[in-house]
């Protein structure tokens, strides 16, 4: 995917909506900003497929050998896909974020948390911000 037509969370998240049968799906993973941040990754908890999500709570985690940190969810709705291969090989997370490092398929039942989110250029000034 092309990070330039994702949209972003301010926690550093990216979303890909589809639609499918009518229905929108956030496609969701982290930034190469926050895998960046992080470093050394030793741990990922997937959400349970089948779990409901509010937009803007944590709804899972990532561990590095520094800290563990919440993975929020930028749009109320329900996990209905999860990257089984991530827990086995962290650094896709960080070697392609924005297509085989996809977290988690989440199927929109509340569309108002994409207006909370960032598009590229408004993410990347974001990040420049935060880097000084």
């Known amino acids: 995917m092309n990070p330039e037509q994702l949209l972003f969370a301010k926690t550093h998240e990216w979303i890909a909506v589809a639609e499918e049968d009518g229905t929108k799906i956030a496609t969701l993973g982290l930034s190469a900003f926050a895998i960046e941040a992080l470093t050394d990754l030793v741990y990922i908890d ?13 709804f899972c985690e990532v561990e590095s050998v520094k800290a563990v940190s919440d993975i929020y969810a930028p749009v109320e709705g329900e996990v209905i896909a999860v990257n089984d291969a991530l827990p086995n090989a962290l650094e896709t997370l960080g070697d392609d974020p924005y297509d085989a490092g996809w977290i988690a398929k989440i199927k929109i039942t509340d569309e108002a948390g994409l207006n909370n989110l960032l598009d590229h250029a408004a993410y990347q000034k974001q990040c420049n911000e935060e880097a000084h």
Do not use: D, I, N, W
């Open 46 to 58: 997937l959400p349970a497929v089948g779990r409901k999500v509010e937009a803007e709570q944590p």
